[in-house]
């Protein structure tokens, strides 16, 4: 496996194997790898003869109050899962050399970022998408996966691949899960034993959810209901808790049947102490809509 900080070699390296005809893989991540991370790495080694992973922490989508300096970052044990996954390229910048001063193009999505995360966290989406865009163009990338774990990260990024026509696709992986349902995340790492015990009221509020989901004429409001039953207690603090529909990620009014809703996904931030979490799922299984064909958006 190369190890590559420079932007330039990483740019040259990728247009030689180009060159040769070969079709190049990105995974973009912030390291503190887990096995969600490693299923997407699986899922690249399956699409492309080149797989490059990329590990920076990337400044740009952090608030100033947010977790940026304490982000956990484990560099040698991320290399060496990458070396026996047999990843071509882990491609890790540095700050100054990504970012060099005199550094000023920020790139913005507009409407899919007003809601959800983007409602709390003011420039996230523009420094996710600002780096992933250099990300691509250092990459040369024919594909790029991004977990469905961030979902919204995930339909900005495919917003802005079509809006600007790159070259590249944007291929979405399942959410990867421990056995008791918690979404593997970089920030679990954070949790003590009771704030984990805490956090796994999200698996609950989701599969209550579901559950509630089942009923043909379910409401918006009672799918959030059977969810906040869950998430109201003295250990867990809801940050937004909406139904949307995956094609806007606006929030469904409460009296909305969720039969009458297109893609429709629960979608949630928790804070479990000191720590932000957070998860989504999606209410009616896409394969459930071929035969429904009244839904409309
Ligand atoms: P991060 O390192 O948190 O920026 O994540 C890098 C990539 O891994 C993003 O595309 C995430 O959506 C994805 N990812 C993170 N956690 C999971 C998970 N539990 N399952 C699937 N993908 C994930």
């Known amino acids: 496996m190369l190890s590559l900080s420079s932007p330039q070699v990483m740019q ?19 390291g503190a790898l887990h096995e969600g991370h490693l299923a997407l790495v699986r899922a690249a080694r399956s699409l492309a003869d080149k797989v490059v992973v990329s590990i920076f922490v990337n400044p740009l989508q952090f608030g ?40 000023v193009t920020r790139v913005s999505v507009s409407q899919l970022t007003e809601n959800l995360c983007g409602k709390f966290r003011p420039g996230h989406f523009e420094g996710v998408a600002t ?12 594909v790029a996966v991004f977990g469905e774990k961030d979902f919204q990260q995930l339909r900005v990024l495919q917003q802005l691949s079509a809006d600007l026509n790159l070259p590249l696709g944007i291929i979405p992986h399942p959410t990867i899960r421990d056995a008791d349902g918690l979404a593997l995340s970089s920030r679990n790492r954070y949790l003590s034993d009771t704030q984990r015990n805490a956090a796994l009221r999200i698996p609950k509020a989701t599969a209550a959810a579901l559950e509630a989901t089942q009923s043909p004429t379910a409401t918006v409001a009672q799918v959030l209901m059977a969810a906040s039953h869950w998430l109201e207690s003295p250990d867990t603090r809801i940050q937004y808790l909406d139904v949307v529909s995956e094609t806007n990620l606006v929030p469904v009014s409460p009296e909305t049947p969720i039969s009458t809703i297109l893609l429709p996904r629960l979608c949630l ?9 957070i998860d989504n799922v999606e209410l009616v299984r896409r394969t459930l809509l071929l035969d429904s064909p009244e839904r409309q958006v």
């Open 12 to 30: 040259e390296t990728a247009l030689r194997w180009k060159q040769e005809g070969k079709r190049l893989a990105l995974v973009p991540t912030m």
């Open 64 to 103: 100033p109050s947010e977790d940026f300096a304490r982000y956990p970052r484990s560099f040698e044990q991320d290399s060496n899962k990458l070396e026996e996954l047999g990843v071509d390229v882990l491609f890790s910048p540095s700050d100054k050399e990504f970012y060099p001063d005199g550094f």
């Open 131 to 142: 780096v992933c865009i250099k990300l691509f163009n250092t990459t040369q990338a024919d």
């Open 269 to 277: 931030a928790i804070w479990v102490g000191p720590t932000r979490l």
